[in-house]
């Protein structure tokens, strides 16, 4: 697979991967060029099970190691005043108005609520469903890392398992049928805060999704979240996760369940297979390089329907 991005991001990713047990990444890592960075296919399936769910946090967690900090380092490293300022600028490249005031204020009771996090070595960045595959020898695999943003923290990458399980991510953008596990930890409001800053930031790029996600994402996804966030604020119980999950399922948009019930009639593509150095079943590479998979591939976040 070859992953086109800025040469930050690639540098933030090969960091990533550099911290990451062998068995936990992807083979035969390298750097195509300034802009690409490559490695070999993965074969299996994403989690959506309770039982594989819970395996990819579970050593998620093992993995990226808590870190042991001063209050000084603390002080330094917990720099939230500056990721707010960063969600606030993405918010205005997007919203107006009362909405904007309340994620303003909601990020502003966020940094108060930081000293709670639990400060880790590194953590992946993406960490949406799409990016973990469960490989055939039932090993966890972790692709495509992202950018910190400064904010090493468990819960800004527990955060971003919620984008898959409550607010629905590889339903809407790849597909896949609605994510009805619950979250295999404990949903405080400070991952909700963080959940509204990733919406926040990928609404900020509307050129790399639909018209559809984009709409969803402004009018529901967003203003939800706040209701949750205003009820904590104001001292009251907000929706339980399961609850959360299921309005954020009845909100998406019906021309998005379409996309969804169009896709039943796919046929999954015959895969060519081959061996790697180590025996582990992968696709073949050839000598002019790794090419990327099509896109009904186990790697690019599909799971497939009964044919």
Request: net charge negative; hydrophobic share 35%; charged share 25%.
């Amino acid at each position: 697979m070859n992953k086109h991005d800025s040469k930050e991001h690639l540098d933030a990713q090969e960091r990533v991967y550099n911290m990451i047990p062998p068995r936990h990444k992807p083979k035969s890592l390298f750097r195509r060029d300034a802009n690409t960075l490559a490695y070999e296919y993965v074969k299996g399936v994403h989690p959506d099970t309770d039982l594989t769910i819970n395996k990819s946090h579970r050593v998620w967690k093992l993995i990226c190691r808590p870190s042991v900090m001063s209050p000084e380092e603390k002080l330094r490293i917990l720099c939230t005043a500056e990721y707010r300022l960063y969600i606030i600028e993405r918010a205005y490249l997007t919203f107006q108005g009362d909405n904007l005031a309340r994620i303003r204020d909601a990020l502003i009771v966020w940094c108060n609520e930081a000293r709670k996090f639990v400060y880790t070595e590194f953590i992946h960045g993406d960490f949406t469903l799409e990016n973990i595959i469960i490989d055939q020898e039932w090993d966890v695999v972790y692709i495509d890392p992202g950018v910190d943003r400064g904010l090493t923290v468990i819960e800004m990458d527990e955060s971003k398992m919620l984008q898959s399980i409550i607010t629905q991510w590889e339903h809407i953008h790849r597909d896949r049928l609605p994510c009805r596990v619950p979250p295999p930890f404990e949903v405080l409001p400070e991952h909700i805060v963080l959940l509204l800053s990733h919406w926040i930031r990928l609404l900020a790029h509307p050129e790399k999704h639909s018209e559809e996600i984009q709409l969803y994402g402004v009018q529901q996804v967003v203003p939800l979240l706040l209701e949750e966030i205003d009820a904590y604020n104001a001292g009251r119980h907000g929706r339980s996760p399961s609850e959360l999950q299921a309005e954020c399922i009845r909100r998406i948009p019906s021309s998005l369940l379409g996309r969804w019930n169009r896709s039943e009639q796919r046929r999954v593509p015959e895969v060519s297979l081959g061996k790697d150095v180590e025996g582990r079943s992968g696709q073949s590479i050839p000598e002019s390089g790794r090419t990327k998979p099509p896109q009904d591939q186990a790697s690019q976040g599909q799971l497939f329907p009964p044919v």
